[in-house]
């Protein structure tokens, strides 16, 4: 998958492969600043996806009721 696709998407899968990427790079860096920003961002995407996925079991839920 082309990475400009991975990055239009917004599903907790893509989200995830994002934020994976981001920690292997914090990882590969020996810049203090660019690794902390780099988990951050990481956190971010997984708080993201993590909040997604539960609006999608909400909807789930709603449209089983």
Known sequence: MR???IMDKRTPEALRERAERALR???WTSDD???DALNLYAQRLLT???????AEQSDKTEHAA
């Not at 993201?48 to 539960?54: F, G, I, R, S």
């Open 25 to 27: 790079l914090a990882s």
């Open 48 to 54: 993201e996806a993590d909040l997604l996925e539960m």
């Open 3 to 5: 990475i400009m696709e």
């Open 33 to 35: 600043t660019a690794r």
